[in-house]
């Protein structure tokens, strides 16, 4: 019996058909990964994934980020618990014709530390069966950085290199990259965030040009800005042609985020814009956040995250730019949700076909409190 779950990504490949990884808990077990398939409109039931044969016995374990280069074809990346309690590494699971293999662990920077501790939080492919992701690991002396590791068309995943932070780093970054896209072969953008104290993390962004990955850029937030622990650029989505667009969210207040994107053109980030469309029935002390975004070749661009509704509860919503603007809602909770105090809801990633076709992945509170695992597709 499960006793929640929740859904962290998705991809696309066609209308109506997708593949979402997140994870789920059953009774009297451990958090552990899935994958669920859409097909013709339809999802399937959550299937589990075989874990490295090092995972711990009941491993807390999560698909972060997924990409497919066509149905049945994809690659899932996450983390799992392998010694004592909350010791982490990274894992890579790739599917083939429909069949998933035992995931298995990459190879971390030379300079990693021991025991390993690591985390993929996303990946991206090209349709030649390029692929490339991005996370973070320890290194020997015990401070968070970002990795990214990268496999070409028919060849195995290369050793992972690390991606230095902006000079204005804190000494331990603890610096994560939680988003990336690719819109060639080696040529790439990643997204996250780092600290430059231990109270003030900011967003930022690396480029990837002709196989080399640049060291990461600051990237500013909208003027109003205050200090925060939760300021990111956490998803970004980039055409074939460029540009790219990323997704994410800063403090306003201490008790109050906005939704923020920022636009990647030729190499450079500009300043992030705050987003100010609210949905109908949002607070009157609105706040959001955003955590996937993807784009299309039509250029309408869908994000997806979180904001708080007139009644003060956190639930899922979603944005669609079209025009120069963006509209906001709220999206519907599924039958069996809980209402009231305990309602709480939000969309994790998004993915969008070339005929802007767009499902949407998250998690609900049904009414027993546990989390369910949701999903949304345009019409």
């Known amino acids: 019996m499960v006793a929640s779950a929740g859904l962290s990504s998705v991809a696309c490949t066609a209308d109506?058909?997708?593949?979402?990884g997140g994870n789920y808990q059953a009774a009297g077990r451990q958090i552990e990964p899935m994958v669920a398939t859409q097909s013709h409109g339809r999802w399937s039931r959550g299937m589990p994934l075989a874990l490295p044969a090092g995972a711990a016995t009941q491993p807390y374990a999560q698909v972060n980020g997924i990409a497919c280069r066509s149905a049945g074809n994809c690659v899932a990346v996450g983390d799992y618990e392998y010694g004592k309690a909350w010791d982490l590494q990274a894992f890579i699971a790739t599917e083939s014709h429909g069949r998933w293999a035992r995931a298995f662990t990459p190879r971390l920077p030379a300079n990693a530390g021991s025991p390993a501790s690591a985390e993929l939080q996303a990946v991206a492919c090209t349709p030649d069966g390029s692929c490339a992701a991005a996370g973070s690991y320890q290194d020997s002396?015990?401070?968070?950085?970002?990795?990214?590791?990268?496999?070409?068309?028919?060849?195995?995943?290369?050793q992972a290199t690390e991606i230095a932070s902006p000079p204005n780093a804190a000494a331990n970054p603890d610096a994560f990259m939680t988003g990336i896209s690719c819109s060639a072969p080696g040529t790439c953008v990643a997204v996250g965030n780092y600290s430059v104290s231990p109270t003030q993390f900011e967003a930022m962004g690396a480029v990837e040009l002709r196989g080399t990955w640049h060291r990461a850029t600051q990237i500013a937030a909208p003027r109003g800005a205050i200090a925060?622990?939760?300021?990111?650029?956490?998803?970004?989505?980039?055409?074939?042609?460029?540009p790219c667009l990323g997704a994410g969210q800063y403090a306003v207040s201490a008790t109050q985020s906005r939704a923020m994107v920022v636009i990647e053109s030729k190499g450079r980030f500009?300043?992030?814009?705050?987003i100010t469309a609210v949905p109908p029935g949002a607070s009157a002390r609105p706040s959001s956040y955003l955590l996937g975004v993807s784009c299309p070749p039509s250029g309408v661009c869908v994000a997806v995250g979180g904001g708080r509704n007139r009644a003060g509860h956190s639930v899922a919503m979603y944005l669609v730019r079209s025009g120069g603007g963006w509209r906001a809602s709220f999206l519907t909770p599924p039958d069996g949700a809980t209402a009231g105090q305990r309602q709480l809801s939000a969309l994790s990633a998004v993915s969008c076909t070339g005929t802007a076709h767009c499902s949407a992945v998250g998690y609900y509170h049904g009414q027993r409190g546990a989390s369910r695992a949701e999903a949304a597709s345009t019409r």
């Open 270 to 274: 500009g300043r992030a814009m705050a």
């Open 228 to 242: 925060s622990t939760f300021t990111a650029i956490t998803s970004v989505s980039c055409l074939a042609a460029g």
């Open 141 to 158: 002396s015990g401070n968070a950085q970002t990795m990214v590791l990268s496999k070409p068309p028919a060849g195995p995943w290369r």
């Open 16 to 20: 109506g058909a997708c593949t979402a």
